[in-house]
């Protein structure tokens, strides 16, 4: 297969490298961008003596050139709530100013595109499991608004540049995604637990822990939206597992592959949190025949070595 030049950004967070990895791996020349306020260089600190690999430093929000590119990943953006409710303005920006920016490289050069969206635009959902045809149930103002409605106006933009320019885009619908390289303390489940666990410490659930959520490890996740990069699918595609955990179970879990003691403590909900969250992946499914390999226990024992190294 020949190979592409690629844009990869948010090149050093945790999806973003391993995607970079993935990438390289099927024989490509990725060029990583990253402004560094969330994504961290030792994600990308094995990729120092690859010669097909290029790093630029770059916040998105501002108008640049790659110079001419084959594909574009956009994958720019804080995702975790530590992060995006501590850079809220900045969330903003990157799924606005910062989508555009992308799509304007991605229609001067004829690149493909594919957007890096979220399983958030659907909210805290009332339409459970959440197939791609729901509109969502958001707050548009609330706490968790900088990063839903950063996201739902990106799909916007990919959609309206794919139909008024004829960009060659796609959407990826991620659900929540667990593995190395997630940062130890950026407040989501697995990383929240697996640290806690680890030090001995309380691990602490939201509410009674009832709160249902379905966890997919990275490996899985990047084959899925390696897979949706090369259809010809426009409209949005979920990439999830649909195993579906409530967080008290998902605890238990975590402390069965650590081996730890660490007792269960409950904490206040926070405001929006979702209920349940779970993909319909049919869509998924039948489009470019991906389904997850990965059980939770497989995968937090993938991620066991990566997170003591923080104990």
Request: glycine share 10%.
């Amino acid at each position: 297969m020949e190979s592409k030049r690629i844009l990869a950004t948010g090149a050093a967070g945790f999806l973003g490298s391993h995607l970079c990895d993935a990438l390289l791996a099927e024989g490509n020349i990725v060029v990583g961008v990253d402004n560094l306020c969330t994504g961290q260089t030792a994600n990308l600190a094995h990729l120092s003596g690859e010669p097909r690999f290029s790093f630029i430093e770059q916040d998105i929000i501002r108008p640049f050139d790659p110079g001419k590119v084959d594909f574009i990943f956009n994958f720019a953006s804080p995702a975790s709530p530590t992060d995006y409710t501590r850079l809220g303005v900045e969330t903003l920006l990157v799924g606005s100013a910062g989508t555009v920016n992308t799509l304007d490289i991605a229609r001067k050069y004829g690149a493909g595109y594919l957007h890096a969206s979220t399983s958030e635009c659907y909210g805290d959902p009332e339409v459970h499991p959440q197939v791609e045809t729901y509109w969502g149930h958001v707050n548009p103002v609330g706490p968790r608004s900088v990063y839903d409605e950063a996201k739902r106006f990106s799909e916007a933009a990919v959609m309206a540049y794919h139909r008024y320019y004829g960009v060659d885009t796609r959407i990826v619908r991620i659900f929540n995604t667990y593995g190395p390289r997630l940062q130890a303390n950026d407040g989501r489940v697995i990383s929240n637990f697996m640290i806690q666990a680890l030090r001995g410490e309380p691990l602490t659930i939201y509410g009674d822990g009832s709160q249902t959520r379905s966890f997919c490890y990275v490996s899985d996740l990047i084959d899925g939206i390696l897979r949706l990069s090369r259809s010809c699918e426009h409209l949005p595609v979920n990439i999830g597992n649909p195993e579906e955990w409530t967080i008290l179970e998902c605890a238990r879990e975590v402390l069965a592959v650590t081996g730890s003691k660490s007792e269960i403590v409950s904490l206040p909900l926070p405001i929006d949190d979702p209920a349940r969250r779970r993909p319909d992946i049919e869509k998924a499914r039948t489009l470019l025949g991906w389904e997850p390999k990965i059980k939770l226990r497989e995968g937090l024992g993938r991620s066991l070595d990566y997170f003591k190294a923080f104990c």
